[in-house]
């Protein structure tokens, strides 16, 4: 169970965050769309920068030339992308460094946004009795057109192959990524309810990276978000998941307590978020009462006008 955040929320570092191109329902729709969700989303999204491997080969590839109109010499970008450090230079540049704190929230943590709507954040943890999947809460949310971004772990990949793939079809869904152990993030082996955190920085390195690599060559896209396992951190992970091009997702409001709340409890902590608000829920239980209280919460809210974002799309309004 995730307690809800302290009120001492901080601001969240700016950054630019584009957000993904938006296609056709019917690659994940299991049936007829409802009407559309209101959505605060930009009108024209731009697509996001291609990930430090594809630009690489992008750069060893160029398009073929046509001979009746040879293609003009480029101009050198001014702003390369840069190559994600290796665990060696991560292990190399963070070494020594001591922690200033370990918490859910912290300097660089997005727990919510400036942008008139509501993220909603649904984890998959993955392992042992964590693989499942709630599929009434996805197939609502999807046939509903209600955006959300998906926290996948490795484990659940592996066991959810399929749905992985119609998540990341679908324009509505953001995936993103929830490490590739579940575990806390930290480089001094911090525990969060038991469970013990990555040891150092190249641990940090594995947790992330190990999960990243999967996520995008499955997928196609890099994710742009990173959650660790209990949602706990120490400074020095984070700035680590930074130096790797990963936002930290925190949330400002515990919608089903790790999957523990009963359904009203859920209707109601879901019902009562705003504009700004990050919400944190589980996908991967659907013996929890979860999926229940979504179904009760989200129509009345989208009969209320509230409006949905992914992480991305928030930060890209804000």
């Known amino acids: 169970m995730f307690p809800a955040p302290s009120p001492r929320r ?6 630019l965050l584009t957000t ?16 559309a969700a209101p959505s605060a ?9 291609p990930s430090a491997a594809a630009a690489q080969a992008a750069a060893a590839s160029p398009s073929p030339a046509s001979a009746a109109s040879p293609a003009p010499t480029p101009t050198p970008s001014a702003s390369p992308t840069p190559a994600v450090p290796s665990r060696e230079e991560i292990v190399a540049e963070f070494a020594g460094r001591t922690p200033a704190w370990f918490d859910m929230v912290g300097e660089g943590i997005v727990s919510g946004t400036s942008a008139p709507g509501v993220c909603l954040t649904l984890d998959a943890c993955g392992g042992p009795g964590g693989s ?6 996805v197939d609502m949310l999807i046939s509903r057109q209600v955006p959300f971004t998906a926290f996948l772990n490795s484990r659940w990949v592996e066991a959810n192959p399929d749905l992985t793939d119609r998540l990341a079809a679908c324009p509505t869904v953001e995936i993103a990524n929830h490490g590739t152990s579940h575990l806390p993030l930290s480089v001094t082996g911090a525990s969060a309810y038991g469970i013990p955190g990555t040891a150092d920085a190249g641990e940090v390195w594995d947790e992330i990276m190990g999960n990243q690599i999967a996520l995008t060559e499955r997928t196609g896209r890099a994710p742009r978000f990173f959650r660790p396992g209990t949602a706990h951190w ?11 091009g990963l936002r930290a997702a925190g949330f400002s409001i515990n919608g089903d307590g ?3 709340f009963p359904a009203d409890t859920v209707a109601a902590e879901v019902g009562r978020a705003g504009a700004g608000d990050v919400v944190i829920s589980h996908m991967n239980q659907p013996g929890a009462d979860t999926g229940a209280g979504y179904l009760a919460a989200i129509p009345a ?5 509230t409006a949905f974002l992914t992480l991305s799309e928030a930060l890209a309004a804000a």
């Open 10 to 15: 901080r601001d969240v570092v700016r950054g």
């Open 20 to 35: 993904a191109a938006l296609a056709g329902l019917g690659a994940c729709a299991s049936g007829p769309a409802a009407p």
């Open 41 to 49: 989303r930009a009108a024209a999204p731009t697509t996001p920068a």
């Open 132 to 137: 499942g999947v709630d599929t009434d809460l």
């Open 234 to 244: 120490d400074d020095v992970a984070l700035a680590i998941a930074a130096r790797l």
């Open 258 to 260: 790790g999957a523990t």
């Open 301 to 305: 809210m989208l009969a209320e006008g």
